[in-house]
């Protein structure tokens, strides 16, 4: 069974951090990014993660989101530090077979969601 399944979040204290995980199972991809949507908003691309290890961040979240991978679990993780309230949202995991570029922040690119998991910053 293919899937994505998230784990982590919760609510936390604005200036902490929180850890986000999400384990693949069934496939391994060759993209694997974390989207975040807030009530009412789209849902954006903040950080992604090749196979090869390359990297892709969005600008609003540069030196504060760590993406990681482990590839023998076929695993990754989020961590976000210096939290604010504007990170709080439900963050997705998403799975791609394809390597899109400049394009990576769009949803539409992705094959595979996870559920998603909550996080509330305060």
């Known amino acids: 069974h293919v899937q994505l399944v998230e784990s982590g979040g919760g609510s936390a204290l604005a200036g902490g951090s929180v850890r986000l995980s999400c384990a693949a199972s069934g496939y391994t991809f060759n993209t694997y990014s974390w989207f975040r949507q807030a009530p009412g908003q789209e849902r954006e691309g903040v950080e992604l993660i090749g196979r090869d290890g390359s990297l892709s961040y969005a600008d609003s979240v540069e030196g504060r989101f760590t993406i990681t991978q482990d590839n023998a679990k076929n695993s990754l993780s989020l961590v976000i530090d210096h939290l604010k309230p504007e990170d709080s949202g439900t963050y997705y995991c998403?799975?791609?077979?394809?390597?899109?570029?400049?394009?990576?922040?769009?949803?539409?690119?992705?094959?595979?969601w996870g559920q998603g998991t909550q996080v509330t910053v305060s």
């Open positions: 998403a799975a791609s077979g394809y390597c899109w570029g400049t394009a990576w922040a769009n949803p539409s690119r992705y094959e595979l």
